[in-house]
């Protein structure tokens, strides 16, 4: 494999050259060269923001060829392999910490509640042998009283807890509302009911990920989505003439270049395949595909360059076919023109901009097109006094902005440029540098042609789930790696920052004082989004860590923008750290895995992006706006289901406990038993087994009164006991009651030695049991009329 890869490599360059012991190696050449004079190359773990593909062939000291073959690296075309970085060293495992095992706040709770009963049991020991006054071995009567009262700790527990909580998950898979739904752990669903932050991705989680063309601005005339036939007319005029137009400054001209610009600057390849469902065609497809209109879709690295290609289309002018070396573009009038790709600049995160010198096969001229963001083109292009303002209103409406500007070359200009730029590829030190210093003596004075603003769309029903998240208590956090105004924008139109609320623009800080004056400053603003970038937050939280968490938690939303994916699981610690409530971080791709893991409660969504995000969550959901019901019903239900099983399972045990307690102070401390062994096994497990678990059906408000009123996620009421804890009896409920009562009946036939039933059958004992069970559960029954007519919880009103 690796041997093909070269020899494919050296034939570009066009030498025929004997080589033995090939090894390719992706990296820094220059480097490896330094370090590893004798060939000897080992994997080194370089920076992940600063890659430099490159190949690197033992035995060849022609460095010349080598430059020349790690210069020809990205190609397009057919490709017989390529060698890259795999496993540890990929960017995508670099990014991702560890996952570390969840337990849910509830289980903390119930261990602590755990080691206080067993100081109780050891308490209540001790008080049984004291009172009997440490008659003759006493240490033997208080290990005795510590087995009689050991059932004040609740084994059984974990046991309920652990299949209550396969029981919440199958319920979320089965719910029909929200379809597709996966639980891939069954210890944490309880979290889902206790949430206080809520850490979101942007792009695909917010927002659908499909970008739509809204909006192109001339300077002094803009179109958007109900104008665009003035442009198709505009463009099929200008190719309906039989030369270009004279007039360079009309407003038809300008559309003219600006579509001619769009449509020829980009990455964008156009792809035809076959719709014919016929098994037998399949050869024949692949020999003559069908070029029509209806099979052509478009590949890119980026959805905004699909987008732009796209609407270049719908207004007439189509990207119909792509190689290494020419593009053709099909004009209104169905000719196609050709244009010669002589240099391509791809975009990167540094320089922000994407450039390509083509040449026109009909007229010769050679044209330098470049986009990118207004940030970068703004010193690129010639003085104007629009772009800047017309840049902020796209971004406050939400859209995503490109500039995009021409320059035409003379055949000398571009010569010179291309000698200038081979010898700085040629270079073995500093190469980048040389290159980029080549490509920047051609951006200069370019013409802006126009300004184009598209929009990502956002995800289904967004608006109101974050409302709905919003009024049950729960603090939303974005946190994103787009830039401040798309970010401020999206956090505006998806009403994560509400219609009334200020925001407050951190200001970029780089030193301890610029950071103190800002927190300053922020903290005299009251019930203000804050939207911050991640170097700021970096400088914040290197030098003012403790109160910078303090003031942004006061914030009803916050903004991170520019955030790398380490830096997301950072935040998340830190509210976990700081705070000390329960976070929830849901994303859609492999850049929010990290955030996800760290989080208490993980929800990746399945979208556009793979499903890395989805597997590595703890609960994995199709669409944002079934987060909703999750929380709410679920994650509700799943909360006040445990706590009240959690403390009915404490209550069985307290009750026995305490009839022990009583029944040996009767009988002078005596350490004997009150019931025989195999009744004290059964009480703990058959009797009372139905009953309790049957508490994960309860549920005191209908799904859709939840929903409605979110404001109910905040309450949750305490137990007295199981029958007074029952908001909605379900029929399975009922069969439980009987299948212990069964049970009981039962035991009588088998255990004849344990039960006296002569005693049993009379009515001395029925009248004494049901009088023992009135004194019980009638002052209960009392307490809680009383407590639900002076003191009715949050949903009796619903109810009613």
Known sequence: FVNSCSDWLINICRRKKELKARTVWLGCPEKCEEKYPKNAIKNQKYNIFTFIPGVRLMNLEDKEMNSQLYSKLTVRGTVIGVVIYTGKETRSVMNTSNPKNKVGLLDLELNQLTKALFLALVALSVVMVTLQGFVGPWYRNLFRFLLLFSYIIPISLRVNLDMGKAAYGWMIMKDDNIPGTVVRTSTIPEELGRLVYLLTDKTGTLTQNEMIFKRLHLGTVSYGTDTMDEIQSHIINSYSQSSAPKVRKSVSSRIHEAVKAIALCHNVTPVYESRAGVSGETEYAEVDQDFSDENRAYQASSPDEVALVQWTESVGLTLVNRDLTSMQLKTPG???????????????????????????????????YMKGADVAMSTIVQYNDWLEEECGNMAREGLRTLVVAKKSLTEEQYQDFESRYNQAKLSIHDRNLKVAAVVESLEREMELLCLTGVEDQLQADVRPTLEMLRNA????????????ETATCIAKSSHLVSRTQDIHIFRPVTTRGEAHLELNAFRRKHDCALVISGDSLEVCLKYYEHEFVELACQCPAVVCCRCSPTQKAHIVKLLQHHTGKRTCAIGDGGNDVSMIQAADCGIGIEGKEGKQASLAADFSITQFKHIGRLLMVHGRNSYKRSAALGQFVMHRGLIISTMQAVFSS???????????????????????MFPVFSLVLDQDVKPEMALLYPELYKDLTKLLMVALTIRTWHWLMVVAEFLSLGCYVASLAFLNEYFDVAFITTVTFLWKVSAITVVS?????????????????SYSKLTS
């Not at 040449?359 to 001229?365: F, N, P, T």
């Not at 009767?666 to 009372?688: C, D, N």
């Not at 559960?777 to 919880?793: E, G, T, V």
């Open 334 to 368: 169905g000719h196609i023109l050709t244009y010669y790709i002589l240099q391509i600049f791809p975009f990167t995160s540094e320089s922000k901009r994407m450039g390509i010198i083509v040449r026109d096969e009909s007229s010769g001229e050679i044209t330098f």
């Open 473 to 484: 208590g729960i603090k939303i956090w974005m946190l994103t790696g787009d830039k401040l």
């Open 666 to 688: 009767v009988f002078y401390f005596a350490s004997v038993p009150l019931y025989q062994g195999f009744l004290m096994v059964g009480y703990a497990t058959i009797y009372t």
């Open 777 to 793: 559960c009638l002052p209960l029954y009392i307490l809680k009329y009383l407590k639900r007519k002076f003191s009715p919880p």
